[in-house]
């Protein structure tokens, strides 16, 4: 049985233990919940930091995988006729691999995955679809950088973001690079490349 759940408001269904892990100022922005006859429940949520899979246990224990956008690098959904695989790869050889979500789940997943890291990112991420006769493939890559910006309390990134792209100039992303290069995020020769490029538009 999965229960799909959207919102803050659904704190209230996590587990004390998942409920410590998540910082004051955390958005959730989509939960998925797989519960089996026997078993505790399985979480994949996505907040607008990170990805964290959560694996309820019996008396007390948990497994927990937390992967923050900063170190994801790849979404990979692969759907058949009798099963799916949601993957999600990041630095330092992490890698969740989920097989328990139906194929509409796996899909909401990787697109509120994708809306989260465009809600920080100075280039546009998309999702890339293979489809064939009995399968389909949807690769998410993220960008070589990310921006962190200021989310105000009760703004929604899915909303807001488009917006705040559209109307940022170079010299406010020029700002946000320097951001990147001094956290250590990207190189200095990538910072270079991208300031160069930024310093032509103004």
Do not use: C
């Not at 505790?40 to 948990?62: A, M, N, Q, S």
């Not at 692969?78 to 691999?97: A, D, H, Q």
């Amino acid at each position: 049985m999965e229960d799909k759940l959207d919102g803050d408001d659904v704190r209230s269904s996590f587990p004390k233990a998942l409920l410590r892990h998540l910082e004051p100022n955390e958005r959730v922005l989509f939960s998925i919940k797989r519960r089996a006859s026997l078993e505790k429940p399985k979480w994949l949520i996505v907040t607008d930091r990170r990805v964290i899979y959560f694996d309820e246990k019996v008396l007390g224990r948990y497994e927990m995988k937390a992967i923050p956008y900063q170190k994801l690098e790849q979404v990979t959904v692969r759907v058949g006729i009798m099963s799916s695989e949601f993957v999600i790869e990041g630095e330092e050889s992490i890698t969740l691999k989920l097989g328990w979500m139906k194929k509409e789940q796996a899909k909401e997943a990787i697109e509120a995955i994708k809306d989260a890291l465009n809600a920080i990112a100075v280039e546009p991420v998309t999702i890339d679809v293979n489809k064939g006769l009995t399968n389909e493939t949807w690769v998410l890559k993220k960008p070589k950088e990310l921006v962190s910006r200021t989310m105000y309390v009760g703004q929604n990134p899915q909303t807001s973001a488009p917006q705040a792209q559209a109307e940022e100039d170079p010299i406010e992303k020029l700002k946000k690079l320097k951001e990147l290069l001094d956290a250590g995020i990207i190189t200095e020769e990538e910072y270079e490349e991208k300031r160069e490029k930024l310093l032509k538009q103004i």
